[in-house]
């Protein structure tokens, strides 16, 4: 039993690196095994020699499926197996842009020749990897759970589990005035000119939220990492504005936390109608925006430079 060096002991966090030192491993005596037979042979064709042994002929998209690799890595593949002129390629009668690949005669007899090493790879990968939990057996399970939902998306899902419970939406304070401004500006000068509307209701949140509005903020372990305001225009009227997140926390759906927020304060303080500016450019704010349920309306006001969208919802 070897000792566990540092990746070893980083457990699941290697794993992608055990696996392809597994491979590695694998692929290298492979290649002794198939020279022990006198056969110069890489592994990495193996995939396609033996789909293509097994059915054939076949597209290259067709190929591609039933190894499971990506499209240009079998391409790629194809080019080397011609070098080696191990495949045949023809038009498909049906569709003469499709190419289907065969086996040549040359790579028919060089089957004919690894298929008894193939069955000494088989058994001694089975006597290996048949233990207390057989390895073929889990990375099968662990192959329909991705199917399912990929690791990327796991990842995504649980960071933003995480986000969520650490997030807190809490009312502005005149300390938070520097995050107030500094995030809204950042954002603001990143696609678009800072106009002398955005320093001045920035600048002076007292008389443009705060008299019978709201500011929200998002804040994770002390810092502020988001912002969105309401602001008061009477009669019921509020315009959802300056709702921004910090570049490092994006896409955890912070903004739509803090956007929800604010349609409940807006339910407290009585409105009948909610309204917001944007800019089509902003498309993933406008997906927000959308799913929350406001609807576009015609534009009413030409206050922003950047605003050519304006979209509201009702209560």
């Not at 022990?36 to 076949?58: Q, V």
């Not at 003469?96 to 007899?109: D, G, I, K, Q």
């Not at 073929?136 to 991705?146: F, K, N």
Request: glycine fraction near 6%; include cysteine.
């Amino acid at each position: 039993m070897k000792n566990n060096n540092i990746i070893d002991a980083a457990g699941y966090l290697a794993i992608s690196t055990r696996l392809q030192r597994l491979a590695d491993s694998l692929r290298k005596d492979g290649m002794l095994i198939y020279s022990d037979f006198g056969i110069e042979f890489e592994p990495k064709f193996w995939p396609m020699l033996y789909a293509l042994s097994r059915k054939s002929p076949m597209g290259i998209i067709d190929l591609a499926n039933e190894i499971g690799y990506a499209h240009p890595s079998v391409i790629a593949l194809v080019r080397e197996m011609e070098r080696n002129k191990w495949i045949r390629s023809v038009k498909d009668k049906t569709d003469s842009r499709r190419r289907l690949l065969s086996l040549s005669p040359l790579a028919l007899e060089l089957i004919v020749k690894m298929e008894p090493v193939w069955d000494v790879i088989k058994v001694a990968l089975e006597e290996i990897c048949e233990g207390k939990t057989p390895l073929l057996q889990a990375i099968g399970e662990v192959e329909d759970r991705l199917s399912r939902e990929s690791f990327s998306d796991t990842a995504r899902r649980i960071a933003r589990s995480r986000a969520d419970h650490a997030v807190c939406i809490i009312d502005y304070e005149p300390r938070y005035q520097k995050d107030w401004e500094s995030l809204n500006l950042a954002w603001i000068a990143q696609d678009f000119e800072i106009e002398e509307i955005d320093r001045e209701t920035l600048g002076k949140p007292e008389k443009y939220f705060l008299n019978g509005g709201a500011i929200l903020l998002a804040e994770k372990d002390g810092a502020i990492i988001g912002t969105v305001g309401l602001q008061p225009f009477g009669n019921g009227a509020f315009e959802l504005a300056k709702m921004t997140v910090a570049a490092g926390a994006r896409g955890l759906k912070i903004g739509e936390k803090l956007c929800w927020a604010a349609m409940e304060r807006a339910r407290q303080l009585g409105a009948k109608r909610v309204f917001l500016y944007s800019n089509t450019k902003a498309y993933q704010a406008l997906n927000l925006y959308f799913k929350l349920g406001f609807r576009v309306v015609g534009l009413d006001s030409q206050e922003f430079k950047r605003a050519n969208i304006q979209m509201e919802i009702l209560f």
